[in-house]
């Protein structure tokens, strides 16, 4: 029964199962390692999954892929104690083929996409927790797992925002929490018609829609709510440092949240199903590892390719991007018999081709920019106050606006700090 | 040694309450969506026993298992722990069997293996903790039983089954073959090795039909059960608070008792 696999690829996530996939299609022995008693099982995730790079690789998966909602609507509001604002999206374009984002369960989706990767050729062992790396010399050589050495000639660790493997693998230090946020998150159910008639959605149509303002109490972060078939996903992300430094729990600013009154009335009636928590690697570049080393690959969360814009968190199509690319190189390795860091070198060339590193980087100020609490509560302030000002009739003469908004800025903020931070929202965005 | 292990698939008993379903209609517990099922605990601790014996004298270890294909993957776990085959046993004909028609249909597969030296089953089942099918085997089969082992050893070409009673021991000898039911006592079952899940994972299930085992098709499902479950639900409570406020305490104290008798709690 034992053998010397092609590749490893340890975490069966979107990074894992398209990496996989892509590689057993190609021919090569590929063993798909899970710690989850199935995969998804340890998965939390309930958001905004953009469709784009797995449409390429199984197009119009939506047909057979377990997703929600297509994202037909796409809302801001800016939330203040008692008063909020919001700009809402949408076009024709979301609501046809090939949808632009959709809605969807991890722990279902994850099961379809790896699936996916067995029927390709890949061998799953779901159950099996990766422990530590083989090593031959100063070469990556396979894993330990449930008590076994599982050799194999490479590592591919899309083991997730932790990375244990990559920390093995000396590419990376112990993360700080000021490179991470905390997502709580609870799934509410609510029955369909209901969230139809309270979204204004009709069929398979979804809302994505994100808050940011005074619940977060100045932290950086905010709020979603996405809707799904027969529930809400609804949630704050807020950052792990600011929220340990100051003592809050990120559940108290959920609750907070969830009984702010513009929020209380589209959840009412709802059940509860189930609450969670996970990091979220933000930092962007700066908290990059290594991505590479001799017989051994990182991809995906593990590797921080997450995008933050502070309007949109996307992680799980550059995880399938960064997969891909992954099983392209260890495919090209096998084909020169050569799995050096030399060789494995073409995986940050294939990352710089695609969006993944092009991405990160037109946003690499994006992080450090999005750390200023003012957009936090200074701003969703001084933007309610004004939209009250301007819809505000109390029988007096009215005012220009530019006057207005002077009124709300009074002793808050100065011109010339409006003027700088605009300036850093020009370079980081 | 070799033997046959029966096993069941029940749903996962770590789901959070608020995933359980019932339908009080069909009478049934609506399967949680997206979580799959789970190996029976005890019959978890049943290949455990099993694997003990094989440790110790060899022989082969074979897995039975109703349900769908999907149930494949109940019997993989018991290939990753160790045993060598597993087998499904699958038919529409089987849907809402009770506990006789499923020892009837675990009893025929068994004479279909063929050569064994024990039938092992979990204790109970821990989705409806019924205990039955194991001593119903051992009734079709015509064979000993002995229920809630805690070991079992061979000695003077006999089994001998050490049995838990309350702050005590049995032991028993038994002729070979029996059938023993498995207690928790037998303590954790072993984690899959690494080589285990993967050689698992490649494995073909094979699934046999109500055919492939000649059972007599009056004997099992629905129309056979002799037993009818006419209800089934969880009660309903209620949990309500309400502050009891007046100007003194007597008053507040006679208010509370007036609440409570009409509650009819005192």
């Known amino acids: ?429 | 040694m070799d033997i046959i292990v029966c096993v069941k698939q029940i749903p996962d008993p770590e789901i959070p309450p608020s995933k359980f379903k019932l339908d009080i209609e069909s009478k049934k517990v609506v399967p949680p969506e997206g979580i799959p099922p789970v190996m029976n605990p005890y019959d978890e601790q049943a290949v455990e026993l099993a694997l003990r014996l094989k440790d110790k004298y060899g022989g082969k270890i074979t897995v039975l298992t109703l349900g769908s294909e999907a149930t494949s993957s109940i019997a993989k776990h018991a290939l990753a722990m160790g045993a060598d085959e597993g087998i499904v046993i699958t038919n529409k004909a089987f849907e809402d069997s009770d506990s006789f028609s499923k020892a009837y249909i675990l009893s025929q597969a068994i004479k279909k293996v063929g050569d064994y030296d024990l039938v092992l089953c979990g204790r109970q089942a821990a989705d409806w903790d019924e205990g039955l099918v194991g001593s119903i085997i051992a009734e079709n089969l015509g064979l000993p039983l002995v229920t809630l082992a805690e070991a079992v050893d061979v000695a003077n070409g006999k089994l001998k089954v050490k049995r838990v009673i309350l702050d005590g021991y049995q032991v028993f000898t038994v002729p070979i073959p029996a059938v023993v039911t498995v207690s928790n006592e037998v303590g954790r079952p072993r984690l899959p090795s690494g080589w285990g899940i993967i050689s698992a994972s490649q494995k073909q299930i094979p699934v046999w039909s109500v055919d492939d085992i000649e059972a007599d098709s009056s004997k099992t499902g629905a129309s056979a059960a002799r037993r009818k479950l006419v209800k089934l639900f969880i009660p309903e409570r209620e949990r309500k608070c309400e502050i009891i406020e007046r100007e003194t305490t007597a008053e507040a104290s006679i208010e509370l008792v007036d609440t409570l008798i009409k509650a009819g709690a005192i």
């Open chain 1, 1 to 429: 029964m034992k053998q010397i696999f092609d590749a490893i690829v340890v975490g069966a996530g979107p990074a894992g199962c398209a990496c996989s996939f892509t590689m057993a299609k190609a021919g090569l022995k590929t063993l798909l390692v899970e710690r989850g008693k199935f995969p998804g099982a340890k998965n939390m995730w309930g958001g905004v999954f953009y469709g784009p790079t797995l449409n390429q690789l199984f197009p119009s998966f939506w047909q057979e892929a377990p997703v929600e909602r297509y994202i037909k609507r796409h809302r801001l509001s800016l939330l203040t104690k008692d008063a909020s604002l919001s700009a809402e999206f949408t076009a024709k374009k979301f609501g046809k083929v090939p949808y632009n984002g959709f809605s969807l369960f991890r722990a279902k989706f994850d099961r379809w996409f790896a699936a996916k990767a067995e029927q390709a050729g890949a061998i799953l062992a779901s159950g099996l927790q990766a422990d530590d790396l083989l090593w031959d010399g100063n070469r990556v050589a396979g894993i330990k797992a449930g008590g076994d050495e599982l050799p194999s000639s490479a590592v591919i660790a899309c083991d997730g925002v932790n990375s244990f493997l990559s920390e093995k693998a000396g590419l990376r230090d112990k993360l700080s929490p000021r490179d991470m946020k905390q997502g709580v998150k609870e799934v509410i159910h609510l029955p369909r018609n209901l969230i139809e008639l309270r979204f204004n959605l009709s069929g398979e149509e979804g809302i994505a829609w994100e808050f940011i303002g005074s619940f977060t109490r100045g932290i950086p972060g905010g709020a979603f709510i996405y809707t799904n078939k027969e529930s809400l996903s609804i949630g704050v992300v807020v950052q792990l440092s600011t929220l340990a430094e100051n003592k809050i729990e990120a559940n108290d600013l959920l609750e907070e949240f969830k009984q702010h009154s513009e929020v209380a009335t589209y959840l009412a009636g709802g059940k509860l199903l189930e609450y969670s928590a996970h990091l979220i690697p933000v930092a962007g570049s700066a908290m990059m590892p290594a991505l590479y080393t001799d017989g051994f690959l990182v991809a995906g969360d593990a590797a921080a390719f997450t995008l933050t814009t502070g309007l949109t968190l996307e992680g799980a199509n550059f995880a399938i991007a960064s997969g891909l690319a992954a099983a392209e190189t260890v495919i090209r390795s096998k084909q020169i018999g050569d799995f050096s860091q030399k060789s494995l070198s073409y995986y940050p060339e294939l990352l710089k081709k695609s969006f993944v590193l092009k991405d990160l980087k037109t946003f690499k100020k994006a992080p450090h920019f999005l750390e200023n609490p003012r957009i936090y509560s200074l701003y969703p302030e001084i933007a309610c106050d004004l939209a009250e000002k301007i819809f505000t009739n109390d029988g007096k003469p009215r005012r220009k606006i530019w006057k207005l908004l002077r009124k709300s800025m009074e002793r808050k903020i100065s011109f010339w700090q409006v003027f700088r931070d605009l300036k850093k929202i020009k370079k980081a965005l």
